[in-house]
């Protein structure tokens, strides 16, 4: 039978497939817009601080570095400007890691926050932190980042294990990851009264999340992480967008979901704890970005994670200038309104599923 030309069949010849294309056009459109609104928060994030200047010497700062006052040049590129930068980059790493773990494990309720992945870092993190224990063969300017690393896939292990053997459905994984959260925060508050002042200062810091500590050289770390594993999961979104059917339908597409049910948890882990490591504990950015792109963008993931992503770097870097707006003399933990504005999604979220029925 002759294949059919291009100039009669329906979707090739540029009329059948008009709607799609439509909707293609409307999804570049709202990732460009959903860009541009990180880069105007990041710019604004810059020129709001506790420091004052006007916005003229502020930009002359940014842009003139060499012309402005030395001390102000200091400000915006040794601390606002990273902290500012950090912020997208975090966000987007929550947004992405929330994304691959709602998908991978089914549950639209899922976070490296709300289940306990996050808290499991931060354990990690506390332990060399405080106590000094540190894996075996780690060099120590990477025994912080390597517990965090390993506490959170040993999580993520932990719940996908739970999820397919236990059967427990979504209500039941919610409330194992929110007893798994509660564990995690004992242990620490335990770590806690063993801690000398001085690494129980940095202790807090883990626990309420902060990027006062952002330099150069974390943001150029968690930069390259993140485009690594974008990258990485972006090569697998067909497979992923195939999971949402379930394991059954998945397997008939040619995927094998156990291999990349572990390669998802591998990359939410390297993300969850490099986070946790650079910037401390920052709740719900992984709830509530991927809400927001799987409404506009829908479950194809070749547009969810990257919507999803920037999703995250948009409301963390929201958060990070709220923080600096509400008090004029200190900034207040980033991880506190990320939390204040979560509660009340993750509340709704639960009761629109009537899980608490």
């Known amino acids: 039978m002759p294949r059919p030309s291009a100039h009669s069949t329906p979707g090739i010849d540029g009329h059948g497939n008009r709607p799609q294309q439509n909707r293609q056009r409307t999804r570049r459109l709202w990732l460009g817009a959903l860009a541009a609104l990180l880069l105007l928060l990041v710019c604004a994030d810059v020129l709001v601080g506790p420091a004052p200047a006007s916005v003229g010497a502020l930009a002359q700062a940014l842009w003139r570095a060499p012309q402005a006052d030395p001390t102000l040049s200091v400000i915006v ?25 709602q998908t991978v494990l089914n549950n639209p309720l899922a976070s490296p926050f709300t289940l306990g992945i996050s808290s499991a870092a931060a354990l990690g993190a506390a332990l060399p932190l405080v106590l000094g224990f540190s894996l075996p063969g780690v060099a120590e300017q990477y025994m912080l980042t390597g517990n965090a690393f390993v506490f959170a ?27 798994l959260v ?23 810091f883990w626990m309420m999340g902060s990027l006062a500590r952002s330099d150069w050289p974390r943001l150029a770390v968690m ?15 067909w ?26 948890l591998l990359r939410i882990s390297v993300l969850a704890a490099l986070a946790v490591a650079l910037t401390g504990v920052i709740g719900f950015v992984g709830l509530v970005a991927p809400h927001i792109a799987r409404r506009l ?34 900034v207040l933990p980033v991880g506190l309104v990320t939390t204040l504005v979560g509660i009340p999604f993750f509340l709704a979220a639960l009761l629109r599923r009537r899980v608490l029925q």
């Open 153 to 179: 896939l040993l999580c993520a292990w932990l719940l996908d294990l739970v999820a397919r053997r236990a059967r427990i459905g979504a209500p039941g994984l919610i409330l194992f990851g929110i007893a």
């Open 239 to 264: 497979a992923l967008t195939a999971l949402r059917f379930g394991d059954d339908r998945a397997t008939g597409f040619g995927v094998d979901p156990r291999r990349l049910r572990r390669a998802a």
């Open 223 to 237: 930069s390259l992480v993140l485009a690594l594993v974008l990258a990485h999961a972006w090569r697998q979104s």
């Open 77 to 101: 590129w040794h601390i606002r400007l990273p902290q500012a930068l950090m912020a997208a980059v975090v966000g987007a790493a929550l947004g992405l890691a929330g994304a691959e773990m």
């Open 297 to 330: 963008w829908g479950e194809d993931h070749r547009w969810y994670l990257p919507a999803s992503a920037l999703a995250g770097g948009v409301m963390l870097a929201a958060a990070s200038l709220v923080s600096e707006l509400i008090s004029a003399s200190v």
């Open 182 to 204: 509660f564990t995690f925060n004992a242990l620490l508050s335990l770590i806690q009264i063993a801690a000398s002042a001085a690494a129980l200062q940095d202790l807090v």
